[in-house]
């Protein structure tokens, strides 16, 4: 038996401690907000000290006078034994979404139970991203294992603060010491589905519009059309315009999205329509407020207030769009515009290398691993990851994970047979990476 086969033989016979360890993270709370993630970090460290592997805690100063304890990034790296060669970072992250109060009628198994039923596992957070975590800490254990007949080296990282931004987890590492805690390529195991492998996303664009303008009795419209009327026209008028665009995408990118097989899988995977937008600038307004100081229904409102929410991929910045908001604002010179840009949910578009040999070894080991499923394909993501820091400091960023169909979601859950596959990947593809 090769050693590669050997590594992949013990994934499959410790599948069960695999599943357990799972479970006992998925009924370790996390949510953030708040983004306490010391349970969940515990479930972690326990699984890493069981296993004789050290590591780091390192808590974010956040510089507010908050406990720094309450955000743990856990870190922990071994040095190949077979020479030197590059070094691979897995990162994963211990927060995950909050769960609504209201909802919690609604859900089958309670939240943080970690309900196993048959091949599926409940629970917030197990899609986004606590299957995915513990995918890469199982994958980098049995690495560890062997590490001796390694070359180069692997950094793994459990880190908070992703949902919010990575600000005080994955952002934070890198700017305070690129160099200990960066590397020559990351994986991620975000929920992607099986059938991909993502090697971008859009960037964000988040700001708040406050418009004011003359109000009326309501009457009288011929006065003023009032904040909200003017709001919805400017909205439509900015929609129209962004959406609109045409964008310089990388001619490497560009051939990659013609492809009808490409095409298809994002389809397919991310729902019907996500093709044909994936490549363009989008607009989304969430929140929108406005009316009288006094709530009277007869009157024309001077002031509003809504959110823009604007999705740019590769070859599109803030730098094209801004002017374009401000342009169009002087077709209403009844009413003043006052933008603010919400800077900690706005950030670049990110992409990696199409030719990357980390790329193609997710996919061929995706592949070998699961011969009857579809070959994975590379497509670009349309949310936001972690990815984003490691690309801005031009370290290529790759995911490959489990599906994302009931991400955030009343009843969430996972695929127990993806979880073991997905651990399975990103182990054999670093080992044939490490050689």
Known sequence: MSSKSALLAALDAASDKHIRFLQEFVQAPSPNPPGDTRAAADVVTSFLTEHNIPYEIVDPDRG???DTSLYPNIVSEFTGGAGPGPRIVMNGHLD???VDPASLSQWEHPPWSGHIEGDTIYGRGVVDMKLGTAALAVAYTHLYERRHLLRGSILFCAVSDEETGGRWGTS?????DLHRFGGDVMLSAEPVGVGSVRF???GTLRMWCNVTT??????YTNLSVGAIRTAAA?????TKTIEGMEVNLPEDIKKQLAREDVRERIDSIMGDGTAAVIARPTVNIAIMEGGTGGGSINMIPDACRFSLDIRMPIGLTRREV????EELTKKYSEAQFEFSVVEAASNPASASPLDHPLLQLLIDNAHALSPDEDLPLAIPSMGATDCKHYRYASIPAYVYSGSPRTMAQVNEHGS???YLHVAKTHAAAAWDYLQ
């Open 64 to 66: 507010d006078g908050s």
């Open 96 to 98: 995950v979404f909050p």
């Open 172 to 176: 934070y590492l890198l700017k305070n």
């Open 200 to 202: 971008s996303e859009k």
């Open 214 to 219: 003359r109000g009326a009795h309501g009457a």
């Open 234 to 238: 400017y909205i439509g008028e900015v």
């Open 322 to 325: 801004i002017p374009i908001l």
């Open 416 to 418: 127990l047979k993806e």
